[in-house]
């Protein structure tokens, strides 16, 4: 379930959809596309495509992994620069 209204700003960041989604949701949409990259390389083996689908599947697990425990906060910095910067 949702923790909060997705349509109560019409501005949204991107990763406020993200944030108003559970934790499982959030933990599935990093782990669901390196492991559809991991069937599709025992599927049709190793070639260039499913070397160049399991990198980028690879980085986006490491990217959503590494940074989702602060993105909630950085997304908050970025947002003071940018009013310090009016």
């Given amino acids: 379930m949702c923790r909060r209204a997705v349509h109560q700003n019409p501005r949204m960041w991107p990763a406020e ?3 108003a989604l559970g934790r499982r949701a959030q ?10 990259a991991l069937v599709m390389r025992l599927a049709f083996g ?3 495509l499913t070397r ?7 980085t986006w697990f490491a ?7 602060y993105s ?9 620069l940018s009013r310090i910067f009016r």
């Fill in 46 to 48: 190793k070639n260039r």
């Fill in 52 to 58: 160049a689908i399991l990198s980028l599947s690879t």
């Fill in 63 to 69: 990217i959503n992994v590494l940074i989702a425990p």
């Fill in 72 to 80: 909630q906060h950085l997304r908050q910095q970025i947002l003071g």
């Fill in 27 to 36: 933990v599935a949409i990093a782990l669901v596309p390196f492991l559809a």
């Fill in 17 to 19: 959809f993200l944030d």
